[in-house]
């Protein structure tokens, strides 16, 4: 659970109760928006355990999906746990998860478009479809056109990160990122909430693929995940070229 300061003293308030308000869902495509498949994709689609299959509990999401454009930017995040987990763990762990956005913090459903475990296996996270463009609700005021992906564990200051975890991160967002946009490059993005690091409407241009401090008041990803993105942004690059050489 990320910490940030608020400008009242030196009071630290929880990001949890802050991160996610700006993300209404329902079954809609915005003027400019898709509910179909980006296509075709950069890099393959990666294999994603549905929320079927770690049986996210589908009564709990209180409204339906909304869908914007392409995906421009990938905002990387990690979820608060521990990182002392059994992988065989992760399904029990995203439906509490679930539960204490939704029923614990009054949210739809969980913020994340998709999660990474240790060890490197992807979880589809918010409902919407994971081919479709559904708007997020983890990077306040940048979640249209983004996708939000979590590294399930805690990377603070000298924290191994594992290979496999950077890798299926590089994985999930080669496949998602706009094709036209380089994942070690820039990209224009206009902010739609005074509450993230830039006022409403203010134009910034961010890493293709950012941490969520880049756009908010917070530690997330973590130091020592936040200096791996470089590490996610060649492998994402890479998978790039060899899937153009396929």
Not at 19 to 26: E, H, I, K, S
């Amino acid at each position: 659970m990320w910490l940030r300061r608020t400008a009242v003293g030196a009071m630290v308030v929880p990001l949890a109760f802050l991160v996610l308000r700006d993300a209404p869902v329902r079954l809609v495509a915005p003027e400019g928006g898709t509910a179909k498949p980006a296509t075709p994709a950069g890099a393959p689609r990666p294999a994603i355990v549905t929320r079927a299959q770690w049986h996210a509990d589908e009564s709990l999401v209180k409204e339906d999906a909304v869908y914007t454009g392409t995906v421009r930017a990938v905002f990387v995040h990690h979820t608060g746990h521990t990182n002392q987990y059994d992988c065989a763990d992760a399904p029990e762990m995203l439906r509490a998860m679930e539960e204490a956005h939704v029923r614990g913090e009054g949210w739809d459903d969980i913020g994340y478009n998709f999660v990474v475990d240790r060890c490197g296996t992807v979880y589809e996270g918010r409902a919407g479809g994971v081919g479709r463009s559904v708007r997020g609700a983890h990077a306040t005021g940048f979640n249209a056109h983004s996708v939000g992906i979590a590294a399930l564990g805690t990377f603070g200051p000298g924290v191994r990160v594992p290979k496999a975890l950077i890798e299926g991160i590089a994985k999930v967002g080669a496949w998602k990122l706009d094709r036209a946009v380089d994942p070690k490059g820039f990209v224009r993005m206009v902010s739609t909430n005074d509450e993230s690091l830039y006022r409403r409407g203010e134009v910034v241009y961010l890493h293709a693929v950012a941490g969520h401090r880049d756009t908010f008041q917070t530690y997330c990803p973590g130091e020592a995940l936040y200096e791996q993105l470089p590490t996610v942004r060649a492998e994402m690059a890479r998978l790039r070229a060899a899937a153009r050489q396929r």
